[in-house]
């Protein structure tokens, strides 16, 4: 966490602010470009996007680009709608903001940035053309051509945002658990059946998870990944190993 389903969720609630103008900015300099500040001064928000894990707000200066690390979160008016951080403490603590964005009318900043672990950045005009299929855009096609041409851990391939753009450590566990396929099966030893499967998988489990209010709203919740109980499905021990310098979570009894 965070993933492309917290992003997506960020840019439903950054949404409240478009048509807005910026009249102040703070940002913590480490994080973002030299002269952020007289970039984004004084212009107005006019749109909010989202491509893979980076949320992007377009103005009618530059496009603002939010990259999250393992930790961090939008506050929108004040208001913060994922509230569970699974590596955080989950405090929120004035000193862990990163970026405050005051718009018209409000004391408050419109839309914080906090970030405990300071793993995240912000860019302005970022180039994401190295990004491979978003999430919500998915075919059985596209993932089937970017799983063929690699031979890594399929887990792997799907943490690279090149192979599936916004997939995190705790979805990729998800949808390999609901299409029983291993996490260390070579990515090019899926068939087309299996590769179509893990897309549908893929499509509906993000969607329901989105709805519940994110990554952690998994039949792999956090819980389940610190107990390792037995799996729901085949009552198979579950089991916990590391891929690609990630805790993986997964079935032996039905993940082939
Ligand atoms: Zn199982």
């Given at each position: 966490?965070?993933?492309?389903?917290?992003?997506?969720i960020w840019?439903q609630e950054l949404a409240l602010?478009?048509?807005?103008?910026?009249?102040?900015?703070?940002?913590?300099?480490?994080?973002?470009?030299?002269?952020?500040?007289?970039?984004?001064?004084?212009?107005?928000?006019?749109?909010?996007?989202?491509?893979?894990?980076?949320?992007?707000?377009?103005?009618?200066?530059?496009?603002?680009?939010?990259?999250?690390?393992?930790?961090?979160?939008v506050?929108v008016?004040?208001?913060?709608r994922?509230?569970?951080?699974?590596?955080?403490?989950?405090?929120?603590?004035?000193?862990?903001?990163?970026?405050?964005?005051?718009?018209?009318?409000?004391?408050?900043?419109?839309?914080?940035?906090?970030?405990?672990?300071?793993?995240?950045?912000?860019?302005?005009?970022?180039?994401?053309?190295?990004?491979?299929?978003?999430?919500?855009?998915?075919?059985?096609?596209?993932?089937?051509?970017?799983?063929?041409?690699?031979?890594?851990?399929?887990?792997?391939?799907?943490?690279?945002?090149?192979?599936?753009?916004?997939?995190?450590?705790?979805?990729?566990?998800?949808?390999?658990?609901?299409?029983?396929?291993?996490?260390?099966?070579?990515?090019?030893?899926?068939?087309?059946?299996?590769?179509?499967?893990?897309?549908?998988?893929?499509?509906?489990?993000?969607?329901?998870?989105?709805?519940?209010?994110?990554?952690?709203?998994?039949?792999?919740?956090?819980?389940?990944?610190?107990?390792?109980?037995?799996?729901?499905?085949?009552?198979?021990?579950?089991?916990?190993?590391?891929?690609?310098?990630?805790?993986?979570?997964?079935?032996?009894?039905?993940?082939?």
């Amino acid at each position: 966490v965070p993933e492309g389903l917290e992003a997506e969720i960020w840019r439903q609630e950054l949404a409240l602010t478009v048509g807005r103008t910026i009249i102040d900015v703070w940002v913590d300099e480490r994080v973002a470009p030299p002269s952020f500040v007289d970039l984004v001064a004084a212009v107005t928000i006019t749109g909010i996007r989202r491509s893979g894990k980076v949320v992007l707000i377009d103005t009618d200066g530059p496009t603002i680009g939010l990259h999250f690390g393992m930790t961090g979160r939008v506050i929108v008016d004040g208001e913060a709608r994922i509230e569970q951080l699974e590596y955080a403490s989950g405090l929120d603590r004035p000193e862990w903001d990163r970026l405050r964005l005051f718009t018209a009318g409000n004391f408050a900043p419109a839309v914080r940035l906090n970030d405990p672990r300071r793993l995240g950045h912000i860019s302005i005009d970022p180039d994401l053309s190295h990004l491979g299929t978003d999430i919500f855009d998915l075919t059985a096609r596209s993932l089937g051509e970017a799983l063929g041409q690699r031979r890594t851990a399929v887990k792997t391939a799907l943490l690279n945002p090149r192979v599936v753009a916004g997939l995190g450590n705790l979805c990729v566990d998800e949808v390999l658990w609901w299409a029983g396929i291993s996490p260390h099966r070579p990515a090019n030893s899926l068939d087309s059946i299996e590769a179509e499967l893990l897309a549908d998988v893929t499509h509906r489990r993000l969607r329901i998870m989105l709805q519940r209010g994110g990554s952690t709203m998994g039949t792999l919740s956090p819980e389940v990944r610190r107990t390792c109980p037995a799996c729901e499905r085949d009552g198979s021990p579950l089991q916990r190993d590391r891929i690609c310098g990630r805790t993986s979570v997964w079935c032996p009894g039905h993940q082939r």
